[in-house]
């Protein structure tokens, strides 16, 4: 039992490298698709991947959302990947 939880733990926190653009949807569908939709990277101008997490990080802390970092970087993974296409290499819509 004890092996299980620690292969559990171990699991868990290696998913956290990599942005999660699963949890970063459901997060957005959640919290912020009634005020930006799917025009929101037409409705802000943003230069790169650290201005987006800023910018959510803005509206996390104007709503007293209780998001960590990793929420943060998970939205802003699914928001780059379905919109701003700042990293090249996150291919979830393969329109990239
Ligand atoms: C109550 C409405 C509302 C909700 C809910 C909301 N936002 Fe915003 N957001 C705004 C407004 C208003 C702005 C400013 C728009 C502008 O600059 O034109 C903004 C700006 C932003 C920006 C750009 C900030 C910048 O630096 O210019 C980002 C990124 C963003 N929101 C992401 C999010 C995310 C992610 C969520 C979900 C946690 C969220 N917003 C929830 C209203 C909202």
Redesign the pocket.
């Known amino acids: 039992m004890k092996f299980l939880c620690q292969y559990a733990i171990l699991l868990l926190s290696n998913v956290g490298f990599a942005a999660n653009l699963i949890d970063g949807e459901i997060?957005?569908k959640e919290?912020?698709i009634?005020?930006?939709g799917s025009d929101?990277h037409k409705?802000?101008?943003?230069e790169d991947i650290v201005?987006?997490k800023?910018?959510?990080q803005?509206?996390?802390n104007?709503?007293y959302?209780p998001?960590n970092q990793t929420d943060i970087n998970d939205?802003a993974g699914y928001?780059d990947s379905q919109y701003f296409h700042f990293d090249k290499t996150l291919k979830a819509n393969g329109k990239n």
């Open positions: 997060l957005y919290s912020c009634r005020c930006h929101i409705e802000i101008a943003l201005q987006l800023v910018g959510i803005l509206c996390v104007a709503l959302l998001w939205t928001l």
